[in-house]
C-alpha cells in the first residue's frame, strides 16, 4: 500500500430504531451498517460497491457526521494530527467539515433551485468564512473554470444547465473550499453514458491536481473498477470483502463478489449472459437479516455452519480481506480480462 | 415474410410546445420477426421511449402527433395502427393481446387499490374469459412461470407488498397473460440491483424461447443490449443513426456516435490511469432540428457544407447492417 491512510474507519456502526404504535415504541432495530472497518490512503480512491440495502449511502453519510453513528470510531489524519470524527461535538464538527465535501447523485434535486451558480458555489466558502468580497468571486471563477463551466454563465440558476453541467456545478461546490476527502454518492449514475465519460475523467483529473481522496459509493462496477485503487464490498450492511481492485475483479474471495460479477452484462456479444445458473433469491430485509452468514440463503456454496455461525472478516492476502468460512476452499470465477 | 410482426415505415411523432415543435421521433423504419429481440439503445432524448409509446398508441393524446405506419402484421393482413383512433375498441383490443409493455418503474405501472391477481386477471375478463375460477388459476400459474414464490399467496397481495423485482415479475405476468406476439420492453431492469437484474433478463429469454414473441428491448445500457439483443438500432436525437445484427454493431460499429459510446464506457481490465474516450458537447433538444445529421455538432469527424446541409440517407456497408453517414455514402 503506497501512501499513509487519510481516513481509517473501525467498527462504524448505524442502527436505525424502527417504531411502532401511538407512542412510537422501539420494536427493533435495521442494521444499516454493522461494524464496518475501512481505511483510505491519502490522494486515492476507495470504491464502495454493494446492492440497495447495503448500508453504503449510511456509511458515506455516517463519515461525513450528516448522520450520528450509533458506534465506531472515523479517525481523520490531517497534518500529523488524528481526530476522531465521531467524537466531536456538532459545532466543532462544523468547523472540520471543511476537510470534507460530497457530491450526489441526482444534480437535478441537489442544487437549490432558486440561487445562482455563484451562490451555490460560493456558499461553502461563504458558510466556513473563508472568503468574501473580491476574493469569493475570483475562487469561485477559479474552480468553475477547473471543471470546465464557463464563467460567463455564472449568475444563471440550475434550470439552464444539463445534467452533466450541474454535475460540473456540484463539483465545482465540494472544491470551492480545498477539501482533502470528498465522498462521491452514485455521482455519476443519473448521467447518460457519453456525459458520464466527461464527468469521470474530470474526477480524476482533480484528484491528480489536487491530492484529492474519494470514497466512492456506485453500484455500477465498470464505473467503480475504471476509478477505485480498492474495492470494498458491502452487503445488508456488512463489509464482506474488500482488495486492491484488478483482485477483487479477477480473484474475488468471497461468493456475493462473485455472485455481482457473474451479473454484470457486459458490452461484448461474445460474452452473453448465461442462460441458466446465476445467483438466486434477493436481498434480505435489513430489518430481520438471517442468521449466520447473511448471504447462506443464496449463496451456492453454503453449508450448516453458514446457517448458524458468523463469519470473521479475515486478511488471506496483503490488503484483501474476506468474511466467509470457506475462504481458503474455494475457488471462485473472477472475470478474465 | 410470414415471420414478421411489425412494420415501423418513416414513423414521424412529433409534439407541440409553446417553444416550438418538438420531433422526438423523425423518421424511424425498422421490422420485427417472431422469436427475435430488436434493441433500441441511445442516450436521454434520443425518441427510444417515445417510439415504444407510438406503437402502443398512448402518447399524449392533446398534443402529440404520429405520422408514418406502423404495420402489425396479422394472417387476414396488416394493420396499421397509426391510422387508428388510439380510444377505438380495436386498438384496445390489440394492447395486451397483440402487443404488451413492460415500464422501467413497476410501482406505477400497478394500482396501488387492487391486488396483483385481481389485476392480471381483469385483462383476461376483457378480453372475454368469464370463468372466475379458470382465471385465477391461469394467473397463479403464470406468477409461478415468471418466478414468483408461494404464488397461491402472492396472488392476493397488494404491488407495495413486493420487492422491485417481485414487481417486475408480476409485471411481465400481467403482460404475457394473453400471450402477445410482440413485448415492448422499456428500460424494464434500469431500476433493480444487478443480481435482480440478471435474474429478469434470463426470465425474458426463457419466455421468449418457450413462445416465441418479439420482443423490442429498450436501454441506454450497453452491457444489457449485447445480453439481450439479436439486432440493434441506435438512436441519436429521434432518428436511427445505425442498424444491423449486434455482432456488427459491437464488433463493426460504422457511426461515429456509435463508435463514441462503445468507447466511452469503462470496461473491464482497461485501466492503467488513462482516460476515457468521450464526446464532447450534450444532447441537444430536438426542437424544430434542422434537417441534417442530428450528431452534426458533436461528431469528431464533422465536415462542414456536408453533414450540415441534410441528413445522410442510409447505406448498407455489410448485409443488414446499415448506416446513415456522409462518411459512408
Known sequence: ?337 | MSDVVLEVKDLHTYFELEEGTLKAVNGVSFTIRKNRTLGIVGESGCGKSVTAQSIMRITPKKNSRINGQILLHHDSGPIDIAQLDEDSDQMRDLRGRDIAMIFQEPMTAFSPVHTIGNQIMEALFVHGENDKRAARKRVISLLDEVGIPAPERRIDEYSFQLSGGMRQRSMIAMAIVLNPRLLIADEPTTALDVTIQSQILRLMKRLQRDNGMAIIFITHDLGVIASMADDVAVMYLGKIVEYGASREIFKNPKHPYTKGLLRSIPKFGEKDGAHLATIKGTVPVPLDPPDACPFANRCGEFIAGKCDVRMPAAIHVAPGHSVNCVLYE
Do not use: W
Not at chain 1, 92 to 102: D, G, L, P, V
Not at chain 1, 113 to 131: G, H, M, Q, Y
Not at chain 1, 166 to 182: D, T, Y
Not at chain 1, 294 to 322: D, K, M, N, V
Open chain 1, 1 to 337: 500500500m503506497s501512501g499513509s491512510s487519510l481516513l481509517d474507519v473501525r467498527g462504524l456502526t448505524k442502527y436505525f430504531p424502527i417504531e411502532e404504535g401511538l407512542l412510537r415504541r422501539v420494536v427493533g432495530h435495521v442494521r444499516a451498517v454493522d461494524h464496518v472497518s475501512l481505511s483510505i490512503s491519502r490522494g486515492r480512491t476507495l470504491g464502495l460497491v454493494g446492492e440497495s440495502g447495503s448500508g453504503k449511502t449510511t456509511l458515506g453519510r455516517c463519515v461525513l457526521r450528516a448522520i450520528d453513528l450509533t458506534a465506531g470510531e472515523i479517525l481523520f489524519h490531517h497534518e500529523g494530527v488524528t481526530t476522531d470524527l465521531a467524537q466531536l461535538s456538532r459545532r466543532e464538527m462544523r468547523e472540520f467539515r471543511k476537510h470534507m465535501q460530497m457530491i450526489f447523485q441526482d444534480p437535478y434535486s441537489s442544487l437549490d433551485p432558486r440561487k445562482t451558480v455563484f451562490d451555490i458555489v460560493s456558499e461553502p466558502l461563504r458558510i466556513n468564512r473563508i472568503a468574501a468580497g473580491k476574493a469569493l468571486e475570483d475562487r469561485v471563477r477559479t474552480v468553475l473554470e477547473l471543471v470546465g463551466m464557463d464563467v460567463r454563465y455564472m449568475k444563471r440558476f440550475p434550470h439552464a444547465f444539463s445534467g452533466g453541467q450541474r454535475q460540473r456545478i456540484g463539483i465545482a461546490r465540494a472544491l470551492s473550499i480545498n477539501p482533502q476527502l470528498i465522498v462521491c454518492d452514485e455521482a455519476v449514475s443519473a448521467l447518460d453514458v457519453s456525459v458520464q465519460a466527461q464527468i469521470l475523467n474530470l474526477l480524476k483529473d482533480l484528484q491528480e491536481e489536487f491530492k484529492l481522496t474519494y470514497l466512492f459509493i456506485a453500484h455500477d462496477l465498470s464505473v467503480v473498477e475504471h476509478v477505485s485503487d480498492e474495492v470494498a464490498v458491502m452487503y445488508v450492511g456488512k463489509l464482506v470483502e474488500q482488495a486492491p481492485t484488478q483482485a477483487l475483479f479477477t480473484s474475488p474471495r468471497h461468493p456475493y463478489t462473485e455472485a455481482l460479477l457473474s451479473a454484470i452484462p457486459r458490452p461484448d456479444p461474445d460474452r452473453p449472459l448465461p442462460e441458466t445458473g446465476g445467483i438466486e433469491g434477493e436481498l434480505p430485509d435489513p430489518a430481520n437479516p438471517p442468521p449466520g452468514c447473511y448471504f447462506h440463503p443464496r449463496c451456492p456454496y453454503a453449508e450448516p455452519i453458514c446457517r448458524e455461525q458468523e463469519p470473521p472478516l479475515i486478511e488471506i492476502a496483503p490488503g484483501h480481506t474476506s468474511a466467509c468460512h470457506f475462504v481458503e476452499e474455494l475457488e471462485l470465477q473472477g472475470l478474465e480480462d
